[in-house]
């Protein structure tokens, strides 16, 4: 079964730390991985996207890393500010020609003055 | 980047009338668009993919004479919930298509539309 599975399920940091957050996915054939945003009320904001070949992508202070052997990724947030609270979803482009986006649960990040 | 536009971003109705929502690819064209609702702390489900000049293509499960949609051009495309029940409240979320090279498709979402049946 194509399933993207993401932990934690939430997370609380002070402001200025570092975190990383977790994704495993089951989705084959795959195309491409995503790591998207999403503050409170509003649409996904797309941060990475990154095909089977690549290993790390980063975007400002957000870098997301892909272990295809594993099929693991994570994305790490580098002294994170309040505005970094929202969702992050992991999405897996499923492969099978029928562009078709598998969504996980999503890991809610709050940061903390 | 891409941008894609949503309107109305919320609408409240009465119970039994028809909203529509509509999606628009800003600043590229967009053959297909998708349609998806989101639950509070639940992520995104698809609904339906809208294709440009041809019927959508509905989920398993979502009804497709209750949540009619029309894509009647390479930039809009809409979601009219008709007959609207409380059940149907939910935030919905457009997404259009945009290739790129060497990457393949990727898809840019709208802002997300709040809809609140009384």
């Known amino acids: 079964k194509n399933q993207v599975e993401q932990s934690p399920q939430s997370l609380i940091i002070l402001e200025g730390k570092n975190c990383t957050l977790q994704c495993n996915y089951t989705v084959s054939p795959f195309s491409n991985l995503r790591w998207y945003k999403q503050d409170t009320g509003r649409g996904p904001v797309s941060l990475t996207i990154m095909t089977f070949s690549e290993n790390t992508k980063s975007n400002g202070r957000y870098t997301a890393t892909l272990d295809a052997d594993t099929k693991q990724s994570s994305l790490h947030i580098t002294a994170s500010q309040l505005s970094d609270s929202a969702s992050y979803i992991c999405?897996?482009?499923?492969?099978?020609?029928?562009?078709?986006?598998?969504f996980g649960a999503g890991t809610r990040l709050a940061v903390h003055p | 980047g891409a941008v894609v536009s949503q309107h109305p971003s919320r609408v409240i109705c009465k119970s039994g009338t028809s909203v529509k929502i509509e999606c628009r690819s800003l600043d590229f064209q967009a053959t297909t668009m998708f349609w998806y609702r989101q639950f509070p702390k639940q992520s995104l489900m698809l609904m339906a993919t809208?294709?440009?000049?041809?019927?959508?293509?509905?989920e398993q499960g979502v009804e497709k004479d209750k949540f009619l949609i029309n894509h009647a051009s390479l930039t809009l495309s809409t979601l009219t919930v008709t007959s609207a029940h409380p059940e149907d409240s939910s935030f919905y979320i457009c997404?259009?298509?945009?290739?790129?090279?060497?990457?393949?498709?990727?898809?840019?979402f709208g802002p997300g539309t709040r809809l609140t049946v009384l």
């Open positions: 809208s294709n440009e000049g041809s019927k959508a293509t509905y």
């Open positions: 997404s259009a298509r945009y290739l790129t090279s060497g990457r393949g498709d990727t898809q840019y």
């Open positions: 999405v897996v482009l499923y492969g099978g020609g029928y562009n078709k986006l598998i």
